[in-house]
């Protein structure tokens, strides 16, 4: 697949957010999507403001078996460690600060697995390795992330969506 613009390398600092885990299968994605708004009705009830858009994590793939995933929203809260210390299901966490690969893809979320092997493409070809460690689970990463940048309340047709991927860099 030909990506119609080159990814970028962009610096992030650390960002909090809360989070719920799972380890699902390739088609489990509908599950995570699903516990988008949960995680939103969850901070409003603790009057907890999102900093960000929503995101997934993919931490460990193994795209045969299973993914262990992370659903989350980035907030600047300094209570929200307080809220979050009583919740088996919901949990805080810190996404690593560093340099990223970073793309932004404009077009329905089914292309994401051909964009994703491209953007990894052009970062093989740039000398760039990413922060991953192969096991015997499956590619455990640094830090791997999809953020959904369009509301599907607000912009139905997904052929139309934004999404971010970033691809936190080795050091």
Do not use: K
């Not at 957010?17 to 009830?45: K, N, Q």
């Amino acid at each position: 697949m030909d990506l119609p613009h080159p990814p970028e390398i962009v610096n992030r600092g650390d960002e909090s957010y809360v989070g719920m885990r799972r380890t699902i299968t390739m088609d489990g994605f509908a599950e995570l999507t699903a516990r988008i708004p949960e995680l939103f009705s969850w901070l409003a009830g603790r009057h907890i403001e999102a900093a960000g858009a929503p995101f997934f994590r993919l931490n460990v793939i193994d795209m045969g078996r299973q993914l262990e995933c992370e659903t989350g929203i980035p907030v600047a809260d300094p209570a929200f460690d307080e809220a979050v210390s009583d919740q088996s299901l919901v949990f805080d966490g810190v996404l690593p600060a560093g340099r990223y690969v970073s793309y932004l893809h404009a077009g329905h979320p089914a292309q994401l697995v051909d964009v994703t092997t491209a953007v990894l493409a052009w970062a093989d070809n740039q000398g760039l390795s990413c922060d991953v460690t192969p096991s015997a689970d499956g590619d455990r990463w640094g830090c791997r992330l999809i953020v959904n940048l369009s509301d599907p309340d607000r912009e139905p047709d997904m052929s139309r969506w934004q999404t971010s991927l970033l691809f936190r860099l080795a050091d």
